[in-house]
């Protein structure tokens, strides 16, 4: 039977802002404690309010191991104001920009996981040209533009360890269900050779690394 969070990681996960399904997550959740198993960090690209990073976190509490989650904390283009995505709780008013770091802050805090997380703020493709070490499982979760996808692919797919995980959320092989460039970047990833496809629930995509390269 897949592994499940706990109750309070779950509890916390449905009180949490953000973008990520119940049955995603549990997919998710199920992919994280696997690979966990590696005994190499969680790394995930997207940390928005923390509510997928708490999966994230829940899994490497339980292997011994830690979640690193990424994010510049100023949003992807859909989420800016006048977008559909936008929420104006997460605005800084004295800076007048989007900054979603003390809403995931509090939401580590309420889930009792802050000390099973590394939190780096920063963008996506500059952390991962100095993050020398590999990874358990990659979740890339950023930037749905083509130019951002591609830039999480090519930084932190070559990370992923021999028989670790690359997850690929908001997959949409049909234009007409949203954006197509985590689609396109789980193509890329297909026809590497390096990576398997492993489940796909809704949009989350699993994928293991099963040959060298990316
Ligand atoms: N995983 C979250 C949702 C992430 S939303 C959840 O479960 O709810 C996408 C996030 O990616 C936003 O917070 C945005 O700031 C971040 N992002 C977009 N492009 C990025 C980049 N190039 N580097 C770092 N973070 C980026
Ligand atoms: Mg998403």
């Known amino acids: 039977m897949a592994a499940v969070p706990g109750p309070q990681t779950l509890a916390a996960f449905e009180a949490a802002k953000g973008f990520m399904p119940v049955r995603e997550g549990l997919a998710l959740y199920a ?3 696997e690979a966990a198993a590696l005994g190499l960090p969680l790394l995930e690209v997207g940390s928005y309010c923390g509510r997928s990073t708490l999966l994230l976190a829940d899994a490497a509490r339980a292997a011994g191991t830690v979640a690193v989650t990424v994010d510049h904390h100023r949003g992807s283009e859909e989420q800016q104001p006048g977008w559909e995505y936008h929420d104006p709780e997460v605005v800084d008013p004295e800076v007048g920009l989007m900054d979603t770091l003390p809403a995931f802050r509090r939401t580590l805090h ?3 996981l802050e000390e099973h997380v590394i939190a780096v703020v920063g963008r996506s493709p500059q952390v991962a040209r100095v993050w020398a070490g590999q990874v358990g499982l990659v979740f890339v979760d950023g930037g749905h533009t083509d130019e951002h996808a591609t830039g999480d692919y090519e930084g932190w797919a070559p990370k992923v360890a021999e028989g670790g995980l690359l ?6 092989p049909d234009p007409a269900d949203g954006g197509q ?4 970047i ?5 026809a590497s050779g390096a990576f398997t496809e ?3 629930t809704d949009s989350l995509r699993v994928l293991r690394r099963t040959g060298p390269g990316s």
């Open 181 to 184: 460039a985590p689609y396109r």
């Open 31 to 33: 992919a994280a404690a």
């Open 167 to 172: 997850v690929i959320h908001d997959v949409f």
């Open 186 to 190: 789980h193509q890329r990833a297909l």
């Open 198 to 200: 492993v489940s796909a």
């Open 110 to 112: 309420a889930a009792g």
